[in-house]
């Protein structure tokens, strides 16, 4: 299969980067700096032991344009498309009265905005392949929202409801449509240092296996919804 990424160059994304290339799949990922790309596509191609099965591309999903090349990219290199995930996030905590206009829109429109230039951009050539799979990254946040993190929360609520509608849009085309929340994972996520309590926090890993099991569900079978927590969460 090929299978674009979006924000893979670290954290999730490049985890399940990891996962999918040693499944033996075509892996596109994105990210908006040049050399993290760069960086992120040579350390994964050595993983597997094979540069040619991986391709990263320089796009910031807040560009509809960029984001149109990302999926043309996938599909000129490979042949085709048949799964997008759209991981690409940005999370920062501040109080309404403190959030700039800056700040609010780099969250909407990455994290909703962004998702949804990736699926209008996408749908095509998963129908013309007759079927694919679209899994968008959302966060337990968006159904218990916290104090701090308005943009984040509404952003992920936003999507929610966003993948909801095009799953029942595009089901009949044989596109499966899966919205994925993590709970707290140990990722460099909205600026934390990463690998902070790994000892309780999901490890990116453990979100990565839980998209490539879903994956592997028969053609005939659709979990839509995919809520993963840590098991045993710090007390107090
Ligand atoms: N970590 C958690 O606790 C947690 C919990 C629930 C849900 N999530 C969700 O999981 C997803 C991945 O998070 P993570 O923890 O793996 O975060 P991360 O380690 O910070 O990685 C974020 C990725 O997104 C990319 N990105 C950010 N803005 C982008 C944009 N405008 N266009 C394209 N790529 C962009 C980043 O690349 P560049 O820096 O190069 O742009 C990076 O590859 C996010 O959607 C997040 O909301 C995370």
Redesign the pocket.
Known sequence: MTILI????????YALAERCLAAGHHVVI????TD??SRAEAALGTSVDDTTRVIGVV????DAGESTRAVETAVQRFGGLDVLVN?????IGAPVADLSDEEWRRILE??LT?TFHCCRAAIPHLRARGGGWIVN?????STRPFAGGAAYCAS?AGLNAFTEALMEEVRADGIRVTLVL????A???SGRPAGQDSDWRLH?EDVAQAITDLLAHPPRSLPSRLEIRPAQPKRG
Request: charged share 10%.
């Open positions: 979006t924000g893979g160059t670290r954290g999730i994304g994105t990210g908006t700096s993290g790309v796009c910031d999903v807040r991981n690409a996030g940005v999370g990455t994290n962004g990254v959302s966060s337990l946040s992920k993590p709970g707290s994972v990722t460099g996520f990116a």
